[in-house]
């Protein structure tokens, strides 16, 4: 069992920036690849960026490559999202999740409970 909490997020302005942090509890944290979901008002769950357990693989959204940059630190048990360039359209309550599978893109089993972004313009 995992439990995820995350941090970090808050209102900034268009251009700026915000890192967001998500501390899991569990034993085996460090096997589970993770990702970072969001999901804006009236839209639907989207995966933004994930990475493996070892953090040799990632993935990034098109319309997050070159401003977010997702990293963890396993002795930490703790995956960070730093998110650079923010845009208005980047506003969302954003999830962290770990996946027992071994892919980036598999069913996500475990999720924190969200922390709300928003950019204004």
């Known amino acids: 069992q995992v439990q995820l909490v995350e941090s970090g997020g808050g209102l900034v302005q268009a251009g700026g920036s915000l890192r967001l942090s998500c501390a899991a509890s569990g034993r085996t944290f460090g096997f589970y690849p993770m990702g970072w979901f969001r999901q804006a008002p009236g839209k639907e769950r989207e995966l933004v960026v994930a990475?493996?357990?070892?953090?040799?693989?990632?993935y990034y959204a098109d319309s997050v490559k070159g401003r977010f940059t997702i990293s963890r630190d396993n002795a930490k048990n703790t995956v960070y999202l730093q998110m650079n360039s923010l845009k208005p359209e980047d506003t969302a309550v954003y999830y962290c999740?770990?996946?027992?599978?071994?892919?980036?893109?598999?069913?996500?089993?475990?999720w924190g409970q969200g922390t709300q972004v928003t950019v204004s313009s």
């Open positions: 999740a770990a996946t027992r599978s071994s892919t980036l893109f598999a069913k996500y089993d475990y």
């Open positions: 990475i493996s357990w070892s953090g040799t693989n990632t």
